[in-house]
């Protein structure tokens, strides 16, 4: 089984239509505020002017979100990056994205139907599905239009994709996902996150997998995992990247115990923390004891510092130092577990 890592602009669309239409959902942890703040103005911004043919997409992108992303193009080649302006572009090949867009929503919801795709009159089928329960009416009307008025659906697509872009590009969510979408792929594309995401999609995943994968990275539900959507090429999954944060917060900790390792190999920041080790002491008894100058041991106490592995208290004049013990403990523990790991994948 092969994977292909894409990040289709469309896909955090679809991510935002569900958090709108699912208020259970939950925000994305956001550190900066620039994602949840965008969101808002998003929001506020389609409330406000978009028409209907907007708040329809909207609706629609909530139930069969995975399968639009079939519209984003024929290819999907691995780490490419597909914006909303060449989704829109695509849709000059209108009819054939849209007739793989169609059997790919009647395969997934009306799987044991599906032959009267092939055996029975439009007509007949246009009666199924008005009368068919399964589905939205947002989502009946998107299907009935596209199968009896193909070009007219096509216009209103558009015009719906153009309003949606340009929400998403003033209420600042573009800037904010983008950056971080390049982040994310350059994280995923490591062979070890290949890996990893492939038996992180046979997890959840109840389709049998084989193939080409294809996986469309989103940021706005970093836990959420589509259904698969079948086509010609492979497999493809609207995936959170709650596995690229995962592991960004573990390279992060790597740096931070790598740079604790350096630093302890060298013998004048080795003999600081052995003396604070046993009480707190300012940079002229650090001086004296290591014998060097004290801006030399300022220096190094500022590298140790940007650890977290130092205290400092202020007596009078006096800045004392001194251990930061719960965090050599995290750091100490930390460094036993990637042992561990390193131990248990051999």
């Not at 139930?63 to 193009?73: D, I, K, S």
């Not at 969510?173 to 983008?178: E, G, M, P, Q, Y």
């Not at 592995?309 to 930390?334: A, C, F, M, P």
Request: glycine content about 4%.
């Amino acid at each position: 089984m092969s994977v292909r890592l894409v990040w289709v602009e469309l896909g955090e669309l679809i991510a935002i239509s569900k958090l709108i239409t699912d208020n259970s959902r939950k925000i994305p942890n956001d550190p900066s505020g620039h994602i949840n703040t965008g969101i808002d103005a998003f929001i506020h911004d389609i409330a406000n002017t978009a028409a209907w043919n907007t708040r329809t997409l909207i609706s629609t992108f909530s139930e069969l979100g995975e399968n639009f992303l079939l519209f984003a193009g024929e290819e999907f080649e691995d780490g490419s990056f597909i914006t909303l302006e060449e989704t829109i572009e695509s849709l000059n090949n209108f009819e054939k994205l849209g007739s793989r867009f169609f059997s790919s929503v009647i395969s997934k919801h009306f799987g044991d139907r599906q032959h009267l795709l092939k055996s029975c009159s439009k007509d007949r089928f246009l009666d199924f599905l008005q009368n068919q329960r399964v589905l939205s009416r947002s989502s009946t009307w998107f299907l009935t239009q596209l199968l009896i008025f193909p070009q007219h659906t096509r216009e209103i697509f558009s015009e719906a994709l153009e309003k949606l872009l340009q929400s998403y590009i003033n209420s600042g969510l573009r800037n904010a996902i983008t950056s971080t979408a390049h982040e994310s792929l350059s994280i995923l594309t490591h062979d070890r996150s290949r890996t990893m995401l492939t038996e992180q999609l046979k997890h959840l995943s109840r389709a049998p997998l084989g193939g080409c994968v294809i996986l469309s990275i989103q940021h706005l539900l970093p836990d959420f995992i589509s259904a698969p959507v079948k086509f010609d090429e492979g497999t493809l999954f609207l995936l959170g990247n709650s596995l690229s944060i995962e592991l960004s917060k573990h390279n992060h900790e790597t740096d931070l115990l790598k740079e604790f390792l350096r630093n302890l190999s060298d013998r004048t920041r080795f003999c600081i923390l052995k003396a604070l080790s046993d009480e707190a002491m300012y940079v002229a008894q650090l001086a004296e004891l290591c014998g060097l100058s004290k801006a030399t041991i300022s220096h190094h106490l500022s590298a140790l510092g940007k650890l977290g592995v130092l205290k400092k208290s202020n007596e009078g004049r006096k800045v004392y130092y001194s251990l930061n013990k719960d965090n050599l403990r995290k750091i100490i523990r930390d460094i036993d577990n990637a042992f561990l790991r390193m131990e248990d994948n051999r």
